[in-house]
């Protein structure tokens, strides 16, 4: 095999999910196409590189200084996720009227990640900011989220905030990205106090 194409499957190797099957399928297929096509699809990911930045409310990914989520919606009502990715998860939903907050992990002992090196200083901030009367905790069901959503709620509750944390009809250990809209949508719906 030839040198660009190699390092080609490997770039598409790179990414989360691709095996060596699929990132071959992915390099000829770059390579069949269109100079035009090819040249397009590589601007597209620089630009987006380039652009999409931290929303500075929420902290998810938005190429303005803050996202349309934060400037349109209700922020009396916040729903605290993990990772960037998972507001477009919970957006399939459709139903949630409030704003996320990205924390940008989940405590974790294990990585040696506390409360200190997640976002939360700025969701108090926030909270304050917008006098927020509920706070869903929407975390992965795995240990990590489930200590993260109870140490959120034990700095909350002496605030006077509610806070809930998404029902369990997503099963333990399972990612947020990977369940359904139906799924997700009775998990909000069926949420409970923490």
């Known amino acids: 095999m030839n ?4 390092r080609l499957i490997e770039m598409f190797r790179s990414l989360p999910g691709v095996g060596l099957k699929s990132a071959q399928r992915y390099a000829y297929f770059i390579i069949k196409s269109s100079d035009e096509d090819a040249k397009e699809f590589a601007e597209s990911i620089i630009m987006a590189k380039k652009q999409i ?6 902290g998810g ?3 303005k200084t803050v996202c349309p989520i934060c400037l349109s919606r ?19 939903v459709r139903s949630f009227k409030g704003v996320y907050h990205v924390l940008n992990g989940t405590i974790s002992p294990l990585e040696n990640r506390g409360p200190n090196d997640i976002r939360l200083k700025e969701l ?10 509920e706070v869903i905790v929407a975390t992965n069901p795995d240990v990590e989220g489930d200590a993260t959503a109870m140490y959120i709620a034990k700095i909350l509750k002496p605030l006077g905030v509610r806070v809930t944390r998404i ?3 997503i099963s333990m250990g ?11 949508s009775k998990a909000i719906e069926s949420r409970i106090e923490i």
């Open 3 to 6: 040198q660009p194409l190699e």
């Open 53 to 58: 930045k931290h929303c500075q409310e929420c």
């Open 61 to 63: 990914y938005t190429d």
């Open 74 to 92: 209700n922020s009396k009502l916040i729903c605290v996720i993990a990772e960037p990715k998972d507001v477009s998860v919970m957006e399939k």
């Open 124 to 133: 108090l901030q926030r909270i304050n900011k917008h006098n927020t009367e």
């Open 167 to 169: 029902a369990q009809g």
């Open 174 to 184: 399972t990612e947020l990205e990977y369940a359904d809209e139906i799924t997700l």
